[in-house]
């Protein structure tokens, strides 16, 4: 486990579950802060699933040049930037602009960029590393 396979899990409709090793009895050793980001980036998914209608919204991998992607289409979108990668999303099916909002995959941090019109649009995260996009109706 890491942070991106907590975020491609979930954007790909799966529930991350992650054996953790916090006691060091099967992998590391006691305390390891390897796993410290893998349970944030599990805490700061939860929250962004949180904020959406879950049970509306199906892995789209077809919308987004990642191939991470969360929809309800035309209304609302979660996708993956892998580390350092612009991020392109279909969102001809969107029914009007979308506020946008990138979150940081472990602190949760979150930014948000000007309304977006449907069609296909390329993004840039505002900070390095991987990063998630929350897309909604306005």
């Given at each position: 486990?890491?942070?991106?396979?907590?975020?491609?899990?979930?954007?790909?409709?799966?529930?991350?579950?992650f054996?953790?090793?916090y006691?060091?009895?099967?992998?590391?050793t006691?305390?390891?802060?390897?796993?410290v980001?893998?349970?944030?980036?599990?805490?700061?998914?939860?929250r962004?699933?949180?904020?959406?209608?879950?049970g509306?919204?199906v892995?789209?991998?077809d919308?987004?040049?990642?191939?991470?992607?969360l929809?309800d289409?035309?209304?609302?979108?979660?996708?993956?930037?892998?580390?350092g990668?612009?991020?392109?999303?279909?969102l001809?099916?969107?029914?009007?602009a979308?506020?946008?909002?990138?979150?940081?995959?472990?602190?949760?941090e979150?930014?948000?960029?000007e309304?977006?019109?449907?069609?296909?649009?390329?993004?840039?995260?505002?900070?390095?590393?991987?990063?998630?996009?929350l897309?909604?109706a306005?």
């Open positions: 486990g890491h942070v991106p396979w907590v975020w491609r899990s979930f954007l790909r409709g799966h529930n991350p579950l054996m953790d090793p006691d060091g009895s099967v992998l590391g006691p305390g390891d802060p390897e796993w980001p893998i349970r944030q980036a599990m805490g700061v998914a939860r962004v699933a949180e904020r959406v209608e879950l509306r919204m892995p789209r991998a919308l987004a040049s990642s191939g991470y992607c929809a289409d035309g209304s609302t979108y979660i996708a993956y930037a892998e580390d990668a612009n991020l392109i999303l279909d001809s099916d969107a029914r009007g979308l506020t946008a909002e990138w979150i940081h995959p472990v602190r949760g979150s930014t948000t960029v309304p977006v019109a449907p069609g296909r649009r390329e993004f840039v995260a505002p900070f390095g590393g991987g990063a998630a996009l897309l909604s306005q």
